[in-house]
């Protein structure tokens, strides 16, 4: 088995869950922050063995990472391997002085903030509690503590949200100057409450989402931002790769380490997922026991299909050998001809790559391209 080099740590409490969020996390439980901590570090030593000496992201996402009392975040921080890219998601009211040092004096280099607009009705709509001064605070905040390498999440397809909106939200992310942006096409859950106040409204608007995401990819790489993945885009200087390393090892198809309630990873064949539940993860861990998970063998088919699914996100050419058999070869010597997807190189080197129309269209083509 080779050494896992890519932890996910899921810190689930956030001061409000919103309507659109389907993720794991606990509204407050201050008291359980110290609690859940233990259970981690429990986690952390128990998976230890699967994990190389010195890995080579780790990444602290929600929830609200942020959220999670001071201590008891440090505390954390420091019991966490050396790492070449740290990355801490944060809420922009999150964002303050004495954390941004907390966070710099604990490894953690890179910062994730989650803005997802900068129009005080859209962000009332995604009941966000953070406004638009909170988001360029954050950020200033960041740079006086020494942070160089910033990502601001923006969401698009709001309900109500017009292209204008969209253009200003760009604008203001591209003032603040960030090193990296993620751009989603707003995702309602089914059983959601914003599914349940909002669906017929987004079904309306569904016939716009192709259009706003050229506006999005038009606007940012105007201003010199790499298109780099689907949904991401990163700056260019002095020789540095600034797209997500972390997130880069779930698309190239390496094994990660997923600590904390309801995260998943792949480690030798197996996908596991710890089960969402604070109290069962807490209880089985202050045992000395592994939490309570599902595990997924992942056959050789599977692992193909996925590596080509995520692979073609990227505008790195995806290399084809041995996943010649998870391509319908039919069908990419069409969606060639229609000037979708470009495949190079020749006697075991060839490469797959989507053109720029076709990272547009994107799921549509690479369902095709599976055979």
């Known amino acids: 088995m080779q050494p896992v080099r890519h932890l ?3 810190l689930p409490f956030c001061a409000h869950r919103c309507g659109y969020c389907d993720f794991v996390t606990a509204v407050g439980r201050g008291d359980q922050h110290e609690a859940y901590v233990d259970a981690l570090l429990a986690e952390l030593e128990l998976e230890r063995g699967v994990l190389a000496p010195r890995v080579e992201t780790i990444f602290l ?13 440090e505390r954390l921080l420091v019991g966490l391997p050396d790492a070449a890219e740290v990355t801490v998601e944060a809420n922009p009211e999150t964002v303050t002085l004495p954390l941004a040092r907390l966070l710099s004096r604990n490894r953690v280099n890179r910062v994730s903030i989650g803005a997802q607009s900068f129009q005080p009705r859209l962000l009332s709509v995604l009941e966000r509690r953070a406004q638009t001064d909170d988001v360029r605070r954050a950020v200033h905040t960041l740079r006086d503590a020494g942070f160089d390498n910033i990502s601001l999440d923006l969401v698009y397809g709001i309900p109500g949200q017009s292209a204008a909106d969209l253009d200003g939200d760009l604008a203001e992310a591209i003032a603040l100057a960030p090193e990296h942006l993620s751009c989603y096409e707003l995702e309602a859950k089914p059983g959601t409450r914003f599914t349940h106040a909002y669906g017929a ?3 309306r608007q569904a016939g716009s989402m192709e259009s706003y995401f050229e506006l999005v990819v038009a606007a940012l790489t105007g201003a010199g931002y790499r ?3 689907t949904a991401n885009f990163c700056r260019g200087e002095n020789g540095r790769d600034l797209r997500a390393q972390h997130n880069l090892g779930y698309w190239f198809g390496r094994d990660y380490l997923g600590l904390g309630i309801g995260a998943v990873s792949t480690v030798d ?7 969402p539940r604070l ?11 592994r939490p309570p998970r599902e595990i997924e063998r992942l056959d050789c088919e599977t692992r193909r299909r996925e590596r080509v699914m995520l692979g073609l996100r990227l505008d790195d050419p995806l290399p084809l050998s041995g996943l010649e058999a998870a391509v319908d070869l039919d069908a990419l010597a069409r969606l060639e001809r229609l000037g979708l ?3 190079s190189g020749a006697n075991g080197h060839e490469t797959l790559t989507l053109t720029e129309r076709g990272r547009f269209l994107g799921g549509g083509v690479t369902a095709e391209l599976l055979a």
Request: glycine content about 14%; charged content about 25%; aromatic content about 12%.
């Open 201 to 203: 409204e987004l079904e």
């Open 279 to 289: 109290g069962p993860y807490m209880d089985a861990l202050a045992d000395g026991r």
């Open 8 to 10: 996910y740590v899921h």
């Open 227 to 229: 298109w780099y993945e």
């Open 61 to 73: 996402g929600g929830g609200t990472p942020t959220f999670t009392q001071p201590h008891a975040l």
């Open 269 to 275: 064949g197996l996908r596991r997922r710890n089960a």
């Open 341 to 343: 997807a470009t495949r």
